[in-house]
């Protein structure tokens, strides 16, 4: 009924939300970019962002990808990037998301924190936890945080004052809805287009 783009009641509640940075996966991570800006700790979700979503301990590529990681993590290291600590939501403590946990803690040498229900991103909690497993010298000025979901990983990063980059590769189809539901909006994306006909031209 509001027949040219009238501020509809709800409006206010979206959250349009900008990350710093995008790439499609992190090996496009603009290292020099993050470092130019004083970046020298790095914090990554795993799911989706340093894993592809469903490469579980068992998958054939697990190994290979781990490969690639301490590839990538090395050359980070060489760059000027001091320290490394994933930050994973899980929700609940199943064994197999442990076992992977402790190979990728294993294999690429880094701290992994994981946050259970009641303390999952985007709460500050999650992001407190990862600033505290860095060894020494971490603050918000010179981490930036890395991950595919801008609800949780970009959304919670940014409202507690990091810098984000947002990796849209692995992003699947139910996400978009999702987003509308929680009422989020990404902008500037390269693979989300908005064309919701409520935003206009
Ligand atoms: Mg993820």
């Given amino acids: 009924m509001s027949g040219h783009g009238g501020v509809m009641k709800k409006k206010a509640e979206i959250r349009y939300i900008k990350p710093h940075f995008e790439c499609g996966r992190i090996e496009s991570i603009p290292l020099d ?22 490469v579980s301990s068992l998958h054939p590529n697990f190994h290979s990808r781990l490969a690639e990681l301490k590839h990538f993590l090395a050359e980070a290291k060489i760059r000027g990037i001091e320290e490394v600590v994933i930050l994973s939501n899980v929700g609940l403590p199943l064994p197999w998301l442990i076992y992977r946990t402790h190979l990728a803690r294993r294999h690429l040498k880094v701290h992994v924190i994981r946050v259970y229900i009641g303390q999952l ?16 010298g971490a603050t918000k000025e010179n981490t930036a945080f890395i991950g595919d979901r801008i609800d949780t990983d970009i959304l919670g990063a940014a409202e ?17 809805s999702r987003l509308k539901k929680k009422k989020i909006v ?16």
């Fill in 160 to 176: 507690f004052g990091l810098t984000t980059v947002w990796i849209t590769d692995s992003l699947h189809e139910g996400f978009r």
């Fill in 186 to 201: 990404p902008i500037a994306q390269r693979h989300f287009q908005e064309d919701s006909s409520e935003s206009g031209t």
């Fill in 33 to 54: 970019l993050l470092i130019a800006q004083g970046i020298t700790r790095l914090g990554f979700d795993w799911d989706g962002t340093l894993m592809g979503q469903k």
């Fill in 121 to 136: 991103k985007p709460k500050p909690i999650a992001f407190e936890r990862m600033m505290a497993a860095f060894t020494y």
